[in-house]
């Protein structure tokens, strides 16, 4: 028997509860062995449905009749027919598209302040309602940022609503359960309305989102009386329109509110003024305030001047309860670093251009005082911070009514690592608090000086990502804009959701820059690698077509265009040159460690000599990709039941592997590139043959040893490096460059004090000096060696969703134990391994349906099924590894 069924679940997000399309997914967890079937039952507004039964347990197709708009859902499952039911679990289906009647309504805006300065805007009603209220349910959604109140109160817990989108093509609308905040007699409905995502401002420079010049908002309300009788309060011409107490409001720049303002002179509300695709519900969970922390010091800089250090860098704002007297002004200024004076500085998040001024960096809040009783919580704008400068002027400040808001997507935590040294447990921090910072709806690659969803970014960070949190159906969100802006040539854009609109601008000079070999591939990394940990074989179908377009796209251009510097050197080609992708723009490595000038001043190739980086020949990175994401596109037919195309995709990466080989691959088994780099992305991909893997890493050892062991890696490769260095049998090496304290280096940054992961390796310099964000944590890939090797838990080679793990605990030097969890689609693993004096003691929970391999570091192999698992035994000599852990580290 399987156990009893727990942790049931639908493949929606919702704030207060789970919101549905009209046919969601169901899964659940058993606490013991697989069974054959499972019985499902379930009401559908308390009209009990007729018991259905399957054979699976992850992503069950609903079962039942599709379910129409509002419709609530309790329903449970057991093992088989004998087997014990589960607790009842609850959902709702959303109001539907289709059955939406509200009006679109937008704000009346006298003149434009232009994009940065606008305010915001109440759009309000008011109706009148009898006793006995007995179920509310609010829908609403936006173009734009939107917040709602009935009666004062606010709806929710959600923030940021209705989410970052390519609103061209995919709109989300949220659910609230209002029930509480209806009285008998008048009500009020407030929408406070700005421009978000889809009118304010984009990117590092600022620069306008293009998906439209109109807010909007719309809205129903769904009120059931209990005698029966049902109303709907909808958005239309009787709402009204007026300026809100919020004077500015950007999500990047930051929010000013004035309480002490008059109230403006409200004007009826613009009518179906906007375009709008569909309403849909998302698949993710909601931003939400996760936390409140205190600050940890508040000095006086100066008079009137006050910094405040939360002791921790993350995304989100300040709340702050004492606003003095009427009329008193009140500025914060938020930044990640503080300078030798004490002060903030945020100078490393300007942003420059060869030849132009440089884009002075700023995230700030204003307040001015009303009446007694007001609390500033801007909840129209976000910032990434660790620091605040809180400038007021003619009274003092109260630290106690001042508290960091961590503000970002509410995803479950799924995995913990925590081992001896102290150092590691902070580095895991550092990159943990680095991705939360980068994930307030969309993954993006800094909460301070860009704050785009980067493809980039989040295709090399996936795989950790999903050691850390659920991130399916954030992923899944995120994935829906990629592929609505996909250009029609198939090529991916940079970031999205893309408020820049490439893919309708491209004669903009960022085109030009579009279609890169590591951005573009994340439409198959990141698609493979959620199927790979959830095991859900609908994120490879639904971009399937996105996938397969952009590996042809990339062929095409590999087959057309060719490196100018190539050209020259032979005008004409070689056979095997047809896979070679080196003739249109790559991003290449990047942020690899700077090297220095003979002042020992940092050269950046890139502000330095940018025609000359724009020009490079990274032909390796390109076709590097071009084969890792045609083999992956094979194996994800092979899943999808596509024969031909599987067969197809394999005959191609393995034409491209060979073109790689004949290309960028000398005879002593050198690469071309001859970069840490190199030797990591030709291991990690499989690109050598099997003879060439052991000169390769040799080399590899070698870069690291000129570079006084130390990380030469950057964006792309880091990830794989310590974990290709184990591969080849030099376990040693990794762990020195892990524990290495000196930069570049992970313990360099965290015995600067980091609390992120830094975009670059020389984040903040020995003279006390930052450089460039420093919460990005594209770096923070290390934390999947830290689970995979140090504490030794990870998938089985060829294993889906955690069926089949290995556990295989690879001690570094000095570390004497380690711990973690991993919850699975089948339930929690829980690792623990300790030395005890000659021996190495493995503790490990195995949840149900999954079988673990244990392997110790003698070469002794153990299989462990569901259930409790104890053993010990001998550590070999510091120079012995058996050949059996090896092979099982790797």
């Known amino acids: 028997m399987g156990g009893t069924p727990y942790d ?74 004998t087997g014990e039911w589960s607790a009842w679990s609850g959902f709702e289906a959303g109001l539907l598209d289709a059955d939406w009647t509200a009006s679109w309504i937008s704000p009346v805006e006298p003149g434009d302040p232009g994009y940065g300065r606008r305010p915001a805007y109440l759009l309000t009603t008011h109706f009148d309602l009898p006793d006995g209220v007995k179920s509310a349910r609010l829908y609403a959604t936006a173009l734009g940022v939107y917040t709602a109140a009935l009666n004062g109160e606010r709806t929710g817990t959600a923030e940021l609503s209705p989410g970052s989108t390519s609103y061209d093509r995919t709109l989300y609308a949220q659910a609230f359960d209002v029930t509480s905040s209806l009285r008998p007699g008048r009500n009020r409905v407030d929408i406070e309305l700005s421009d978000g995502w889809y009118r304010g401002q984009v990117g590092a420079f600022r620069l306008p989102a293009g998906w439209g010049t109109t807010l909007g908002a719309r809205a129903e309300l769904h009120i059931e009386l209990s005698d029966g009788t049902r109303r709907a309060i909808l958005t239309d011409g009787s709402w009204t329109s007026a300026p809100s107490t919020t004077t500015r409001a950007d999500l990047m720049d930051g929010q000013s509110v004035d309480f002490a303002a008059p109230a403006a002179a409200p004007a009826k509300a613009l009518v179906d003024v906007v375009e709008t695709p569909p309403v849909d519900w998302s698949p993710a969970p909601p931003v939400r305030v996760i936390d409140s922390r205190p600050p940890e010091d508040v000095r006086e800089v100066r008079p009137g001047v006050w910094v405040a250090d939360f002791g921790q860098n993350a995304s989100g704002w300040i709340r702050l309860e004492d ?59 976000v910032h990434g911070f660790q620091y605040a400068r809180i400038s007021r ?69 996936i795989s950790t990502a999903t050691r850390l949190r659920d991130v399916l159906g954030f992923s899944r ?87 100018h510097a190539r050209a020259q050197l032979a005008p004409e080609p070689e056979t095997f040159e047809e896979y070679l992708w080196d ?34 020949n990274k032909g390796e990175v390109g076709t590097a990709y071009v084969y890792r994401s045609a083999a992956t596109l094979s194996r994800a037919a092979h899943v999808l039941g596509r024969t031909e195309d599987a067969a197809k995709y394999a005959e191609i990466a393995e034409s491209v592997r060979q073109a790689w080989r004949a290309a960028y691959l000398r005879s002593d088994g050198t690469t071309v590139t001859d970069s840490q780099a190199s030797y990591v992305r030709a291991l990690s991909f499989g690109l050598l043959s099997e003879e060439a893997r052991e000169p390769a890493a040799k080399r590899l050892v070698e870069l690291i040893r000129a570079a006084d062991t130390h990380v030469g890696t950057g964006f792309l490769s880091t990830g794989d490096l310590l974990p290709v260095l184990v591969d080849a049998g030099r376990a040693d090496v990794a762990y020195e460059l892990l524990l290495q304290r000196s930069a570049p280096s992970w313990l360099y940054m965290v015995g600067k004090g980091a609390t992120t992961i830094w975009e670059s390796w020389e ?125 099982a580290t790797r």
Not at 13 to 19: L, N, R, T
Not at 38 to 47: F, R, S
Not at 423 to 435: K, M, T, V, Y
Request: proline fraction near 6%.
């Open 8 to 81: 049931l679940a639908v493949d929606s997000g919702g704030d207060q509860f789970p919101v549905t399309g009209p046919a969601p997914r169901l899964s659940w967890k058993i606490s013991a062995s697989t069974t054959a079937s499972y019985e499902l039952e379930a009401t559908i507004d308390g009209v009990l449905q007729p018991a259905a039964t399957t054979g699976q347990r992850l992503y069950v197709p609903w079962p039942w009749q599709a379910l129409r708009s509002r419709q609530r859902v309790q329903w449970r499952v057991r093992a088989a027919a």
């Open 323 to 381: 606003l003095g007297a009427e009329g008193t002004r009140t500025v914060i200024e938020y930044g990640e670093h503080l300078g030798p004076d004490g002060d903030l500085s945020t100078s490393h998040l300007d942003s420059h251009r060869p030849g132009e001024a440089a884009r002075i960096f700023s995230q700030r809040d204003e307040v001015t005082a009303g009446p007694a009783g007001a609390v500033f919580e801007p909840r129209h704008t």
């Open 393 to 461: 002027f003619g009274t003092g400040l109260d630290p106690s009514a001042l508290t960091m808001q961590v503000v970002h997507t509410d995803l479950r935590r799924t995995g913990e690592f925590s081992c001896s040294d102290e150092g590691l447990n902070r580095l895991h921090s550092a990159g943990e608090w680095s991705f939360l910072g980068n994930a307030v709806d969309v993954p993006t690659d800094c909460p301070t000086r860009e704050r785009v969803a980067w493809t980039g970014d989040y295709q090399v960070f």
């Open 477 to 563: 969100k995120w994935l829906r804009s990629v592929r609505d802006d996909q250009l029609e040539d198939g090529r991916i854009a940079n970031f999205s959701p893309d408020g820049r609109r490439i893919k309708n601008n491209l004669d903009d000079q960022f085109a030009m820059m579009t279609g890169s070999a590591g951005w573009g591939d994340a439409i198959v990394a990141v698609p493979w690698a959620l199927y790979e940990e959830y095991g859900d074989e609908a994120v490879l179908a639904e971009n399937w077509d996105p996938m397969d377009r952009w590996v042809k796209w990339a062929l095409e251009k590999a087959r057309t265009t060719r490196h």
């Open 583 to 616: 003739g249109t723009f790559h991003w290449g490595e990047w942020t690899e460690p700077k090297k220095r000038d003979a002042d020992g001043k940092l050269i950046d190739p890139v502000q330095d000599n940018p025609m000359a980086w724009f020009m490079e």
């Open 763 to 887: 984040g903040i310099d020995d003279e006390g000096n930052a450089h460039e964000s420093l919460n990005h944590y594209s770096k923070g890939t290390v934390l999947r060696f830290l689970h995979e090797h140090t504490l030794g838990l990870r998938q089985d080679s060829g294993s889906v969703a955690w069926r089949s793990i290995v556990i295989a605990p690879n001690p570094g030097p000095g570390i004497t134990w380690a711990r973690g969890t991993h919850e699975t689609p089948n339930g929690t693993i829980r690792v623990h391994w300790q030395l005890d004096g000659e021996e190495l003691r493995i503790d490990a929970d195995i949840p149900g349906d999954t079988v673990a391999r244990i392997v110790f570091p003698d070469g002794s192999e153990y299989t462990a099924r569901p259930g409790r698992y104890r053993a010990a035994r001998p550590i070999p000599s510091a120079n012995t590894t058996h050949p059996t852990y090896a092979a």
